[in-house]
């Protein structure tokens, strides 16, 4: 089992920034592929960025550029620091681990931390 606990989001400006931190019960080099996704109201989840192997990342189209991903394998913690925060970006933010367990992929969730940009 993997648990997983946000903090960070709050209100926020436009063109403001966020940092949103995921620690997690396990050490993170155990896990293969970590990372953050959100979901706006009415809308679908969707990838925001993510550790898929070791140090390679993968950020989703409208981040790129002003969101960073990083981790802290010390604190088994994993970060995303939010620039120039636009009102598309309000959404509950979630993080995703993904661990093998007894040879099978497991998925893993936190319960998810609300960001939301408004002026």
């Known amino acids: 089992q993997v648990q997983l606990v946000e903090s960070g989001g709050g209100l926020v400006e436009p063109g403001g920034s966020l940092r949103l931190s995921c620690a997690a019960s396990?050490?993170?080099?155990?896990?293969?592929?970590m990372g953050w996704y959100r979901q706006a109201p009415g809308k679908q989840r969707e990838l925001v960025a993510a550790?898929?192997?070791?140090?390679?990342?993968n950020y989703g189209d409208s981040v790129k550029g002003r969101f960073t991903i990083s981790k802290d394998n010390a604190k088994n913690t994993v970060y995303l620091q939010m620039n120039s925060l636009k009102p598309d970006d309000t959404a509950i933010y979630y993080c995703?681990?993904?661990?093998?367990?007894?040879?099978?992929?497991?998925?893993?969730w936190g319960q998810g931390t609300q960001v939301t940009v408004s002026s």
């Open positions: 995703n681990a993904k661990k093998i367990i007894l040879g099978l992929p497991s998925n893993y």
């Open positions: 396990v050490s993170i080099s155990s896990i293969y592929a």
């Open positions: 550790f898929t192997s070791g140090t390679t990342t």
